[in-house]
Structures are given as structure tokens and as C-alpha cells.
């Protein structure tokens, strides 16, 4: 044995586990560092300070700053070969970025004027601080969370708790000085945060009046935070940073993200996330121009209206700035492109990240093709026959259907009602518009007390079906609702399979859709049931709508919502929450699972007819 084995600690066999223990410790003291730096902020930003507070938040980061320092140079040191894989390219960057902080600490401040002293003043400024010990807590909360997956916890309850806590983050926010202008009860608080995280819209207080500048931004974070999934957001961060996930782990995330395999279970976070960015920035854009100066705003005023609602679009939150949301006068007229914009935001939002990621593969395949007949002159002759894989195709066209007869039967039942005096054209903007924010978004153009009973039957039926699965809309989703109709009919045809575009459907996604829908019908005739005791002035059709709505993720309202008392709020808000996370998800995180069993009793029929 070579004599520098015996004194290099990380190869010492005995004092490995020491070394486990120490680093395990500081581990779990970067995890409390990393809770503190961000209340830390939000406690500098949430509230008006003095003096002395602000010198203790100063030793605060700076402790962080120690601990997080201490942490990356003992992996380093002690388990190089473990931190060699454990971390990707990017961490070691960041590990980088956060010794240069050192700079100013051992060198002097440079008395020449240049870039030197730039160089200097950036790193010993509290921004390049800040920022990057943000990124190493949110990088290390996700690791954490990631990790916790390995330790054979229930996913759903993991998802289903992680959902309860961000509410619990954004109901403390919304309740600081700076963002609310006078105030905000801690019923409202938690109502709106559970409506903003689970996408609905649903809220019982008005937005533009209720909260500051600094409310509108915690209110978007969360609205964004809540569609895209918090699993996802913490699963990318683990996964892209660090890469050292264990195999359950990545199965874990894999069937929460629908990803056709491990391998590529980054690139489809990746996609996940660069789709809602790009359709978010091109939504942004496309509502600018519809508003440009028209709602006499300034350049900074219009490009932040038009960048929340096009994430409360895609995010189909139903979330808007505006005084009695998208029916407010300043936009009902010549602002027809504003509704398209929004409207096409809300589909590509609802139909589902699945379809999305069909879609970028439909489209470079066509792409490549082209190249090749471009270089070759040559029509390729073996194509593949099934780009559109069943998902999309059911998807799709449901999608079509209840888009195209929502449409024409909110225009016939409305033309001469709510749409009275409209041009032509903007009846059916607004009919298009009314038959798109059911699916799941809530925003109003129209006062919707004073649609028909037929309409309102319509909203129903749209809210109650939904968007796409793994979408950010809610409802039962078209998915499943397709394969309850192809089954029905498959009944009806005597037929013992179902079967669509060449495919039979399984039977697990048979009985799992079943479920849901009875499910689904069960929680709102309690909710509704229950309701209806504690607001006995409220009309069934209002109560409905409201429980439809909010199990939906939808947050239309037939105006009930301000007017419900502190435990009907509750109520709704269990409601929200129930139908963000999904009810097979929750209820598989609550039921303790039967395992498989490898006998089967004898079958026997039940008279049903």
C-alpha cells in the first residue's frame, strides 16, 4: 500500500464513516440554511424594515453564505470521487461562481479605476450574492425533494403534499404589508393562493384593488409554479444540476411527466419547460400588440399585463389585472385579437405537454424530410404511418368537437341575449372565447348571471369534461371522458373490446377513467350537498356551478364566491386542491395499496339490466 493511502482520510476505510456522518450533518444544515436565506428575503421584502433588522438579515446571509461554502468545500475534499459524479457540469460552475465571492474577501478593494474594480464591486455587490445563494437553496430544497422519492415514499402523497405546502408558502405571502393594500384576511389569503397554485381563478376579492404590485408577482409565481407541477420544476432542477437521482427516483418522475423512457426523461423536462416558455413569450408578444396603446398604459405597464395573463392563459388560471377581469370596458371593444390570443393560449395549455412533445416530433420529422428532398431531389417513399399516436389523436379531436359545438351553441343560445348590440365579428370572438374559458381557464368577458339556463348547461358540461391529461387544465379530462363514451359504446355495439383507430384500449385505462368520472360526480354531490346547508340562500344552479368550477380548476362563478362565508371558503378551497392534484392521485396517496396477489377468485356476473 502506497504511504499517502494511509493519511488521505477519503480512502481510509475507518474513518469513512465519520465522513459520512460529518457531511450528512452539514447536509442537513444547508437544507435549513437554504429555508432561512428565503424566508430571509421574503421577510426583507415583505416588510418595511429598521436598522437593526436589516443588519440581522445581513448576518443572516452571510451565515448562509459560510454554511453553503463549507458544504461544497467538504464534498470536494472528503468524497471528490462521489462529488465527481454526483455532480453535472453545471453544478461545478455554480461551485465556481460561489468561490469567486471569496475575491473580495482576500484581495483589497483596487483603488484604479477600470475593469478590475467592476470585476470587484460585482462580486462584493449584494446582488451577485443573493442571487446565486437562491439558486443553491431552491437547487438543494429540490435535491432534497427528488431524493425523498428514493426512500420508497408514496409518489402521490409526495405530489399531493408538495402542492399543500406551496399554498401554505403563498397564503403567508399574500398576507405581507407590501403586498396587499389594506390587508387581507387569512381566509382570502389562503383562498386566493390555493386558487392561484391550483389554476383555477376562483377568488374572493378583487384582484386589481386587493394587491400591489408585489401581490400580482407572488400571485403569477404561484399560478406559474402550480401549472407546470412542483415535482417537475424540483425534478428538473435535481436532475439538470446534479444528475446523481437513483433509478426509482427517475421511474418516479418518468410516470409523473409521461416520458417514454429514462433516457429521455431529462430531455422531456427539458421540452416541458422550454414549451411553456417560448408559447408563454409568443402569447406575451401577441397580447401586446392586441393592447398597444389602447388602455393608456406605459410601455413597462403594457408589457406586464401582457406577460400575466399569458401565463395565467397557458397556466389556464383564469387570473387577470383587470377590474372585473377580461369583461372590463377598457378591452370589450376593438380588442377582438386580445380574446384569440388568450384563447389559443388557454388550448395549447389545456390540450396536454404529452401532445406538445408529439407535436415537436411530428414537426421535425417533417422538417428532416424536407432537408432530405432539398439535398436529393428524392421523395422519400417508406413514411411512417403513425406520427399521431393515439393520445393526441383522442385528445385532438375531442378537443375539436367540444370547442367547435361550445362555440355554436353558446352563439345561438347568447346572440340576441348577452352578445345583443355586438358587430357580428365580435359575437363570435366572444362565443369562441365563452366556449374556450370552460376548458379549464375562468376568465369572463361577459357577465355569466346573466347567461342563459342553456348556456350555463353548456358551461357545466365544458368545465365538468376539461382539458388534456397532464395539461394544465382540470376536469375529468377529455381522455378520460373518450374512453368512458368509446367503452359505453363498444357496450351498446356488444362488442368485449374497445377499440379506436386500429388500437384497443386497455383495460386499466378503461377501469382507472371509470373511476374518475364516478368519482367525480360523487365529490361534487357531497360538496354541493354539504353547500348547500351552509348557504342556504344561494340558488342550486349558483352552488353547482361554483363546485363544477372549482373541482374543475375552472374558476368561473355565478358571483357566489365574495359572498361565501369563511367555511364555505374552506370548503372550495379543499375543493381546488382536490382537483389540482387529481383524485385517483390522492386518494392513491391516502389508501394503503393492496398488493398484487397471485390467486383469483371464480368469476360471477351481476344482473344489471
Not at 213 to 241: D, N, P, R, Y
Not at 258 to 281: A, H, K, P, Q, R
Not at 577 to 594: A, D, E, N, P, S
Request: proline fraction near 2%; aromatic fraction near 12%.
Amino acid at each position: 500500500m502506497k504511504i499517502y493511502h494511509k493519511f488521505l482520510l477519503y480512502q481510509n476505510k475507518l474513518l469513512k464513516p465519520y465522513v459520512r456522518i460529518l457531511l450528512g450533518l452539514v447536509e442537513a444544515l444547508t437544507y435549513l440554511a437554504s429555508l432561512l436565506l428565503i424566508v430571509g428575503v421574503i421577510y426583507e421584502h415583505g416588510f418595511p424594515l429598521s436598522v437593526d433588522e436589516v443588519a440581522k438579515i445581513q448576518v443572516l446571509y452571510k451565515a448562509v453564505w459560510i454554511i453553503f461554502l463549507v458544504d461544497v468545500t467538504l464534498h470536494i475534499s472528503l468524497e471528490y470521487r462521489s462529488t465527481k459524479k454526483q455532480y453535472r457540469r453545471l453544478a461545478w460552475i455554480l461551485s465556481g461562481l460561489l468561490y469567486l465571492t471569496l475575491i473580495p474577501v482576500i484581495f483589497h478593494r483596487p483603488e484604479e479605476e477600470g475593469a478590475i474594480l467592476q470585476f470587484w464591486e460585482f462580486l462584493d455587490g449584494k446582488f451577485y450574492h443573493l442571487v446565486l445563494l437562491l439558486i443553491f437553496s431552491f437547487l438543494n430544497l429540490s435535491n432534497g425533494l427528488v431524493r425523498l422519492l428514493g426512500r420508497r415514499t408514496n409518489p402521490s402523497l409526495i405530489l399531493a403534499v408538495s402542492f399543500l405546502a406551496i399554498i401554505l408558502i403563498g397564503t403567508g405571502l399574500l398576507m405581507l404589508p407590501r403586498c396587499t393594500v389594506n390587508g387581507i384576511t387569512w381566509v382570502d389569503s389562503l383562498f386566493t393562493a390555493t386558487s392561484a397554485v391550483c389554476v383555477t381563478g376562483l377568488v374572493p376579492v378583487d384582484v386589481s384593488t386587493t394587491f400591489t404590485t408585489g401581490g400580482l408577482v407572488v400571485i403569477i409565481l404561484l399560478i406559474q409554479v402550480g401549472g407546470l407541477g412542483v415535482m417537475t420544476l424540483t425534478s428538473f432542477f435535481a436532475m439538470f444540476f446534479m444528475g446523481n437521482t437513483s433509478l426509482y427516483n427517475q421511474l418516479v418522475v418518468r410516470d409523473m411527466v409521461s416520458s417514454n423512457s429514462l433516457g429521455s426523461l431529462l430531455s422531456t423536462l427539458l421540452y416541458i419547460l422550454g414549451f411553456t416558455l417560448v408559447i408563454e413569450g409568443i402569447g406575451m408578444i401577441s397580447i401586446w400588440f392586441s393592447i398597444h396603446g389602447t388602455l393608456g398604459m406605459t410601455l413597462e405597464g403594457e408589457l406586464a399585463f401582457a406577460a400575466f395573463h399569458s401565463i395565467s392563459a397557458f397556466c389556464n388560471a383564469g387570473f387577470s389585472t383587470l377590474s372585473g377581469n377580461l369583461g372590463n370596458s377598457m378591452v370589450m371593444t376593438n380588442h377582438n385579437w386580445l380574446f384569440i390570443s388568450v384563447s389559443f393560449l388557454i388550448i395549447l395549455g389545456g390540450i396536454g405537454f404529452p401532445i406538445l412533445v408529439n407535436f415537436k416530433d411530428i414537426v421535425l420529422y417533417h422538417l428532416r424530410h424536407f432537408w432530405k428532398f432539398v439535398r436529393t431531389r428524392k421523395l422519400e417513399r417508406h413514411k411512417v404511418s403513425h406520427l399521431y399516436n393515439l393520445n393526441t389523436r383522442i385528445v385532438l379531436i375531442m378537443t375539436f368537437l367540444l370547442l367547435v359545438t361550445g362555440t355554436l351553441a353558446i352563439a345561438a343560445f347568447e346572440w340576441n341575449a348577452s352578445f345583443a348590440g355586438m358587430p357580428v365579428a365580435d359575437k363570435w370572438t366572444q362565443a369562441f372565447f365563452n366556449a374556450t374559458c370552460p376548458r379549464t381557464a375562468g376568465f369572463s368577458s361577459v357577465d355569466l348571471a346573466s347567461l342563459s339556463v342553456q348556456t350555463l348547461l353548456v358551461y357545466l358540461v365544458l368545465m365538468w369534461i376539461g382539458g388534456g391529461a397532464q395539461s394544465t387544465a382540470g376536469g375529468v379530462k377529455v381522455n378520460a371522458f373518450a374512453v368512458v363514451v368509446l367503452n359505453l359504446v363498444a357496450v351498446l355495439r356488444g362488442s368485449e373490446r374497445v377499440e379506436v383507430f386500429g388500437r384497443e384500449l386497455s383495460h386499466d385505462s378503461i377501469r382507472r377513467s371509470n373511476a374518475t368520472v364516478v368519482m367525480s360526480l360523487g365529490v361534487l354531490f357531497l360538496f354541493i350537498f354539504i353547500l348547500s346547508i351552509l348557504e342556504p340562500q344561494a340558488s342550486l344552479m349558483a352552488l353547482t356551478f361554483e363546485c363544477v368550477s372549482a373541482l374543475s380548476t375552472v374558476g368561473s362563478s355565478l358571483n357566489l364566491t365574495p359572498n361565501l362565508c369563511d367555511a364555505s371558503k374552506l370548503l372550495v378551497a379543499l375543493l381546488m386542491f382536490i382537483g389540482r392534484v387529481g383524485l385517483i392521485t390522492l386518494m392513491l396517496g391516502i389508501i394503503k395499496q393492496k398488493k398484487n396477489t397471485k390467486y383469483r377468485y371464480p368469476s360471477d356476473n351481476i344482473i344489471i339490466n
